[in-house]
C-alpha cells in the first residue's frame, strides 16, 4: 500500500510526479479548485479548459504539464462536478475524485494531493479515495507489465490540517481502511486454481498473523469435523469438489466489549452451478463468489485493528460447487446444522446453503446481531443493477446498515422480505426448498436465510453485483474485485461501538 504523509506545505513546492488538484462545473465553465495555485496558472487552466476537454464533471481526469511555477512534473485535473448549495462537496465525490486520479497515475511513483476539504472528516475521505485508487492486481504479470500497472508508491496528501490530532486520526483510520479493502480484492481477484478452501484457510491465518495486534483468534474446521458436526450445507456443496468445505471461525474480543455481533460470508471459492451448471459464458467470474467471505476476514481485522470497543466473530462459510461424481443433485434432502431439513431443487442456489450454517452457528454462539454477506442472488442485479447492493432483514438493523453504507460513501438499498413469497419455499419433502419462485428472487433468499437465525436481530447484505467489476475502472473503483461492502460493516461495528457505550 502506498506510503502517505499529511503536509501543511503550499502543494506546489513539494516535488512529486503529479500534483492532483480539483475542477468542477459552474455557470461560467469550469473553475480550478486549488487555493495555492499560481492565480496566473489557474487563469490559464480555466481558459484553456475547452480546448483541453475539461468540464470538470465527476470522474474526469486530466493530465496537463505543471509550468515553472510547480514543483512536480505534472498536474492532474480531477473533475468534483457541480458545487453542492453551500459551496462544498460531500465526501463521496471527493473521494471518488482523489481515487479516480491516483489510479490514473499507474506507473508513477509519487504524488501530492490537494483537494478541498473544509474539515477532517472531508480530509478523512480524500485519503481514503486517495489509497483506495493505488491499487493494482499484479500477482501473474510479468515485470514489465506489473511496472506499467503499478500504483503510486508515495501519497503526501496537503492540508491545513496536517497537524491535527483529529485529521492524523482520520489518515490513520483510512490507512486501516485501505489495508483491509485491497486485501479484500485481493482474495477476490486471486484464481480459483489456488485460491479454493484450505488455501483460502491459509490465507486467514496469515493475515491474521500479520495483523501486529492481540485479540484475534482463528479456529477451523476441516470437512470431516463438518460432516460430524451435522454442517449438511457446507457438507453437501462441498461434496462435488475434490478440495473439500472449511468452516473458519475469528473471533475479535476486547476486553468489556459493549456489544457482541456476528459476520457472516459466503466463500464459494469457485461456482460452477453443480449439476445445475452454469452457462459457460462470463463463468471465470465466478472465482469472485467467495466476496463475502473475504469481506468478512478483513472487517474483523480492521476491527482490531481500530481497537473497536466491540466483539466480533467472524464465520467464514468455504465450498468450492463443483459437478463432480459425487456431487449433490437437484432433488436432494441435506440437513443444516441444528438440524432443518431443506431439499435442494437446484444446485446453482449453494451460497444460502452454506450461508445457513454459518448462521445457525452464529445464533448457537450468542451475538447481539448477526449481519451476513453474500454475492447471493443474480436477482440482486436485476433488481438494483451492478453497483447497488441489497440489504434486508429485521427492520431496525437493515436501517441500521442502511445508514452506515450512506455514511461511509456505499450504496446500499433497503428491500422487503414479502410473506408471500415464503410460500414458493415449501416442500413436499423437507422443512424448507432451497429455491422459489422466479419472481422476486433476492427476496426468496433473504426469505430462507431468515428461517435459519430465529429471534436474533439480523440484516442480509447481497452484493452479487457490486463486488466485482467486469467493466471499466471508476473511481476508486478497479475492475475486477472492489472490496465493496467492507466499509458498510465497518461503519455499523463503528456505529455499534458509540450507540452502546
Given amino acids: 500500500m502506498a506510503d502517505l504523509t499529511l503536509t501543511g506545505k503550499n502543494p506546489t513546492s513539494l516535488a512529486a510526479d503529479a500534483l492532483v488538484v480539483g475542477t468542477c462545473s459552474t455557470s461560467d465553465g469550469v473553475a480550478v479548485v486549488a487555493d495555492q495555485l499560481p492565480a496566473s496558472l489557474v487563469e490559464q487552466l480555466e481558459t484553456l479548459a475547452p480546448r483541453l476537454g475539461v468540464t470538470g464533471a ?29 459551496g462544498t462537496f460531500d465526501r463521496e465525490t471527493l473521494r471518488s475524485a482523489a481515487g479516480a486520479a491516483v489510479r490514473s497515475l499507474a506507473g508513477s511513483t509519487s504524488a501530492v494531493v490537494a483537494l478541498p476539504a473544509v474539515d477532517e472528516e472531508e480530509l478523512g475521505a480524500v485519503v481514503e479515495g486517495a489509497l483506495f485508487g493505488a491499487y493494482a492486481y499484479t500477482t501473474y504479470r510479468d515485470d514489465k507489465a506489473s511496472a506499467k500497472l503499478a500504483p503510486v508508491t508515495t501519497l503526501q496528501v496537503a492540508t491545513p490540517f496536517a497537524r491535527s490530532a483529529r485529521a492524523k486520526a482520520a489518515a490513520a483510520r483510512a490507512e486501516v481502511l485501505a489495508a483491509a479493502v485491497h486485501g479484500t ?79 457472516v460470508g459466503k466463500g464459494i471459492t469457485f461456482d460452477t452451478g453443480g449439476i445445475s451448471i452454469k452457462p459457460a459464458a462470463n463463468m471465470d467470474a465466478m472465482k469472485s463468489d467467495m466476496a463475502g467471505a473475504a469481506t468478512v476476514l478483513h472487517a474483523v481485522l480492521a476491527a482490531a485493528r481500530l481497537g473497536l470497543p466491540v466483539a466480533v466473530t467472524g464465520y467464514l462459510c468455504l465450498a468450492e460447487n463443483m459437478p463432480g461424481s459425487n456431487a449433490q443433485r437437484p432433488g436432494d434432502v441435506i440437513t443444516i446444522r441444528g438440524g432443518k431439513t431443506v431439499e435442494v431443487l437446484n444446485t446453482d442456489a449453494e451460497g444460502r446453503l452454506v450461508m445457513a450454517d454459518g448462521l445457525v452457528s452464529a445464533v448457537e454462539d450468542g451475538h447481539d446481531v448477526v449481519l451476513d454477506i453474500a454475492t447471493l442472488t443474480g436477482a440482486q442485479m436485476v433488481a438494483l443493477g451492478k453497483r447497488v447492493g441489497g440489504v ?110
Avoid at 61 to 84: F, N, Q, S, Y
Avoid at 235 to 262: D, E, F, H, N
Fill in 58 to 86: 465527476r470522474q474526469e481526469v486530466r493530465t496537463v504539464p505543471a509550468g515553472k511555477d510547480v514543483a512536480a512534473d505534472v498536474l492532474v485535473l480531477t473533475g468534483l462536478g457541480e458545487r453542492d448549495a453551500d
Fill in 185 to 263: 480484492r485481493d482474495l477476490v481477484n486471486a484464481p480459483a486454481n489456488d485460491l479454493y478452501p484450505a488455501s483460502f484457510v491459509d490465507a486467514a491465518k496469515a493475515a491474521v498473523k500479520d495483523l501486529g495486534v492481540k485479540g484475534v483468534k482463528i479456529t477451523v474446521l476441516d470437512d470431516k469435523q463438518l460432516a460430524a458436526g451435522g454442517y449438511g450445507g457446507l457438507t453437501g456443496v462441498g461434496q462435488g469438489s475434490s478440495r473439500g468445505p472449511r468452516m473458519v471461525k475469528l473471533t475479535y474480543s476486547p476486553s468489556k466489549p459493549a456489544t457482541r455481533i456476528a459476520l
Fill in 392 to 501: 434486508m432483514g429485521t427492520d431496525d438493523v437493515r436501517d441500521e446498515v442502511k445508514v452506515a453504507a450512506d455514511t461511509v460513501g456505499e450504496q446500499f438499498w433497503p428491500m422487503p422480505l414479502p410473506e408471500e413469497l415464503a410460500e414458493g419455499l415449501k416442500s413436499k419433502t423437507a422443512d424448507i426448498a432451497n429455491v422459489g419462485e422466479r419472481w422476486g428472487g433476492m427476496l426468496s433468499a433473504g426469505i430462507f436465510l431468515r428461517s435459519f437465525v430465529e429471534d436474533t436481530p439480523w440484516a442480509h447484505l447481497d452484493i452479487a453485483g457490486p463486488s466485482f467489476n467486469d467493466s471499466a475502472a471508476f473511481g476508486y473503483t478497479p475492475a475486477g474485485g472492489t472490496g465493496v461492502g467492507l466499509r458498510t460493516l465497518v461503519g455499523f461495528l463503528e456505529g455499534r461501538g458509540i450507540t452502546t457505550d
